[in-house]
C-alpha cells in the first residue's frame, strides 16, 4: 500500500525520483516499473504498480468493447499510459504528454493513494488539500468515516 506525500524535482529530460518507500513497496513484489497514466476528471497523473494496472486493465477489457463509455474510459485513460521503468537510482522519466496533461514544470508531488500513486503539480496539491479541509467536504468526510466503521 502506497502513503506519504513527497516534493521531487523534475529535470530538463523529464526524469524525478520515485519516493524511497514507493520503491519498497515496489520492489518488495519484485517489480521495477510503474504504469503512469492521466486522471480523467482532474489534471494530475496516476500511477500503478504493474499488478494492479494489470488486473485494472483487464476490469476495462471485460467490458462491452463497443459501448461508448468503455470506449471512452480506454481513449482517454488507457491509450495514454505509459510503462516507465526507475532505473538504479530510482528516476523515472515522465514522458511530455503526461507531464503536460498534469501541467507539471520542474516539480512534482508525490501523493501515496492506497493501491496507486497519485502525482500532482504543486499548487494544484495545495488546492486539493484546502478542498479536503473546507467545511464542506469536511461534513462528508465524517460521514464517510463513519461508514467505515
Keep these: ?3 506519504g506525500v513527497y516534493q521531487h524535482q523534475i529535470d530538463a529530460k523529464g526524469r524525478t525520483s520515485l519516493p524511497a518507500s ?3 513497496v515496489l520492489a518488495g513484489s519484485g517489480d521495477d516499473k510503474v504504469f503512469v497514466t492521466v486522471d480523467l476528471f482532474e489534471n494530475y497523473l496516476q500511477a500503478y504498480a504493474p499488478e494492479e494496472w494489470v488486473a485494472f486493465t483487464q476490469k476495462v477489457a471485460a467490458m462491452p468493447q463497443f459501448a461508448e463509455t468503455t470506449r471512452a474510459l480506454v481513449h482517454g485513460m488507457i491509450a ?3 510503462a516507465c521503468p526507475f532505473d538504479k537510482l530510482g528516476r523515472i522519466v515522465l514522458p511530455t504528454q503526461l507531464r503536460e496533461h498534469a501541467g507539471l514544470g520542474d516539480e512534482v508531488v508525490w501523493a501515496g493513494a492506497v493501491n496507486r500513486i497519485e502525482l500532482w503539480e504543486p499548487g494544484a ?4 488539500k484546502e478542498l479536503v479541509r473546507s467545511p464542506a467536504m469536511q461534513e462528508r468526510l465524517k460521514s464517510a ?5
Aim: hydrophobic share 40%; aromatic share 16%; net charge positive.
Design 1 to 3: 500500500m502506497f502513503s
Design 22 to 24: 514507493f520503491r519498497d
Design 80 to 82: 495514454p499510459a505509459h
Design 125 to 128: 496539491w495545495k488546492k486539493r
Design 145 to 149: 468515516l463513519e461508514n467505515l466503521r
